[in-house]
Nanobody, 120 residues
Framework: QVQLVESGGGLVQAGGSLRLACATSASIFSFSFASMGWFRQAPGKQRELVAAITSGASTNYADSVKGRFTISRDNAKNTVYLQMNSLKPEDTAVYYC????????????WGQGTQVTVSS
């Protein structure tokens, strides 16, 4: 069982920045082959993909965050990051980290979530 622990959420004014981190208990070998993603869920809305990064460091973003958010990974630390700039009130949500592992078996894991609140 892989544990994911998110950190870095909080309250910020519109236009501000936050950096989320997701540390995993996966081995360095397993983590290096995993695709990682950040999702978010606002009250009354479905969970949506915000950003994802493959094992080869290819990235993709939701249209709503392109140019403002950056996902990155540090395989030596088994950690994925989400740098969020120019935050807007509509970015307010619980942000969840997801790991899609492929070794030693295919499995998906989720973190407990971290609250991001952007005030206007």
């Amino acid at each position: 069982q892989v544990q994911l622990v998110e950190s870095g959420g909080g309250l910020v004014q519109a236009g501000g920045s936050l950096r989320l981190a997701c540390a995993t208990s996966a081995s360095i070998f397993s983590f290096s082959f995993a695709s990682m993603g950040w999702f978010r869920q606002a009250p009354g809305k479905q969970r949506e993909l915000v950003a994802a990064i493959t094992s080869g460091a290819s990235t993709n973003y939701a249209d709503s965050v392109k140019g403002r958010f950056t996902i990155s990974r540090d395989n030596a630390k088994n950690t994925v990051y989400l740098q969020m700039n120019s935050l807007k009130p509509e970015d307010t949500a619980v942000y969840y980290c997801n790991a899609h592992m492929v070794w030693p078996r295919s499995a998906d894991y989720w973190g407990q979530g971290t609250q991001v609140t952007v005030s206007s």
